[in-house]
Nanobody
Framework: QVQLVESGGGLVQPGGSLRLSCAAS????????MKWYRQAPGKERAFVAT????????NYADSVKGRFTISRDNAKMTVYLQMNSLQPEDMAVYYC?????????WGQGTQVTVSS
């Protein structure tokens, strides 16, 4: 069955870095646009970053531009989110999303906590 499994979250100090991974299975990963979203307590889920199916193009929310990098490895069916210079406002549950015509899949999320 279709699965998206995020990992790599945890506790990090302000200014630190984390690398999130989202491992996919059960669908043709290389045909899907992949996205990262995040949801902070009491807030709506918000777009973070997107990458095209080939990895040739990326886009970011203004709040993370220059600090976060999305990438993918289609052979490993995995999308990554490298997060640098983390700040308390980045603290949230991070979700990956797979998107294609007529199909959308979400992962279960991974918690990122930024605190000293």
């Amino acid at each position: 069955q279709v699965q998206l499994v995020e990992s790599g979250g945890g506790l990090v100090q302000p200014g630190g870095s984390l690398r999130l991974s989202c491992a996919a299975s059960g669908f043709t990963f290389s045909s899907y646009v992949m996205k990262w979203y995040r949801q902070a307590p009491g807030k709506e889920r918000a777009f973070v970053a997107t990458i095209t199916s080939t990895g040739g193009s990326t886009n970011y929310a203004d709040s993370v531009k220059g600090r976060f990098t999305i990438s993918r490895d289609n052979a490993k069916m995995t999308v990554y989110l490298q997060m640098n210079s983390l700040q308390p406002e980045d603290m949230a549950v991070y979700y990956c999303k797979a998107l294609s015509t007529g199909s959308t899949y979400w992962g279960q999320g991974t918690q990122v906590t930024v605190s000293s």
